[in-house]
């Protein structure tokens, strides 16, 4: 059952990666095509999407009254980044892979693959613990994870950009539909229904895009670009085993100090730790003139382990709690 949940939520992604390679084989896409797919998901159906699930999958009830796990799942996100960071020193990363590489480690695709995933493992009664991880994903990721990648771009010199602080690299579209989303939330404003639907209808175009974009990208490079080398390795080393370790060592550490998490609760986090990296990365890397092809590698290659590496996780979850 578990093994075909997680490639029953994963196959949908190959498949549409798969078309947009087949397509820009047969030359349907021009080579415009995939910036202008960036352009459009980064600038608009990013911040509409992202606007309208905050308000779908969140209340003001909901927001005020998350779990204690959203302590466990924060923690987890913060130790993520310290020890991404210690290893883009350590290997070496070099420039225009640093953000992405990060990004594998600490921030995963929660809402097309997480949600799913774990509505058919444990239940519509999961929801709200899953709300945790994505509040706590949404926010790094459109927050420091952007952030990380815009900042990481190759071509502009290291000391013009540690001398200065662009807040236009912070208030990106996607972090502004955010905060327009919480402040909708918090004043309670009703959205009327034309806009709700219009949004809703452009934001989905993001999966479907940047997946064909990642299909795109695999077509230009070649299938030989899937590989595990050294940076792509450790990325998802640290994507699905220090993530979900992290988190497996706050929850058995807080049942000991704390008092343990109900079982489906830490379930939730442990299983959203450990989903694959965001299929928008390629489009962050590319925006920001960083390495695509090392981006559409790793999501990817992720994407093609998580069938694999769910199984695992969830034999485990019996012994966590």
């Known amino acids: 059952m578990q093994f075909l949940s997680s490639i029953e939520s994963t196959l949908p992604i190959l498949f549409i990666i798969a078309l947009g390679y087949g397509l820009r084989k047969k030359g349907?896409?021009?080579?415009?095509?995939?910036?202008?797919i960036s352009k459009l998901i980064l600038n608009i159906a990013l911040p509409a999407g992202i606007f309208v699930s905050i308000l779908k999958y969140l209340t003001r009830d909901k927001?005020?009254?998350?779990?204690?796990?959203?302590?466990?799942?924060?923690?987890?996100?913060?130790l993520a980044y310290a020890v991404a960071f210690l290893l883009v020193k350590v290997l070496k990363v070099r420039r225009g892979r640093r953000g992405v590489f990060i990004n594998v480690i600490v921030n995963a695709n929660t809402i097309f693959i997480g949600l799913p995933l774990n509505v058919a493992l444990f239940g519509e009664v999961s929801l709200p613990y899953f709300l945790v991880c994505y509040l706590v994903n949404t926010?790094?990721?459109?927050?420091?994870?952007?952030?990380?990648?815009?900042?990481?771009?190759?071509t502009v010199d290291a000391n013009t950009r540690q001398g200065s602080f662009d807040l236009k690299k912070l208030l990106t579209p996607p972090i502004i539909g955010a905060i327009l989303a919480f402040v909708f939330l918090l004043a309670d404003i009703p959205l009327p229904t034309f806009v709700?639907?219009?949004?809703?209808y452009v934001g989905e175009l993001v999966t479907p895009l940047a997946l064909i974009y990642v299909g795109i990208v695999l077509a230009d490079a070649g299938l030989k670009s899937i590989h595990f080398d050294r940076d792509a390795t450790v990325a998802l080393i640290g994507r699905f085993i220090l993530m979900p370790g992290?988190?497996?060592?706050?929850i058995l550490f807080g049942a000991g100090s704390?008092?343990?998490?109900p079982p489906t609760e830490a379930y939730t986090l442990i299983v959203q730790s450990a989903v694959p990296a965001l299929a928008v990365l390629p489009i962050l890397a590319h925006a920001a003139n960083g390495d695509v092809e090392y981006a559409t590698n790793v999501v990817t290659t992720s994407t093609l382990l998580f069938i694999i590496v769910i199984p695992i996780v969830n034999a485990i979850l019996p012994l966590i709690a």
């Not at 420091?144 to 990648?149: C, D, E, K, M, R």
């Open 63 to 78: 927001l005020f009254s998350l779990s204690g796990g959203l302590v466990y799942f924060v923690l987890a996100t913060l």
């Open 139 to 154: 926010v790094s990721t459109w927050t420091i994870g952007a952030w990380l990648i815009a900042n990481d771009d190759p």
């Open 246 to 250: 992290l988190t497996i060592g706050l």
């Open 258 to 261: 704390l008092g343990s998490l």
């Open 28 to 36: 349907w896409f021009a080579d415009s095509f995939g910036g202008n």
């Open 196 to 200: 709700n639907s219009t949004l809703g």
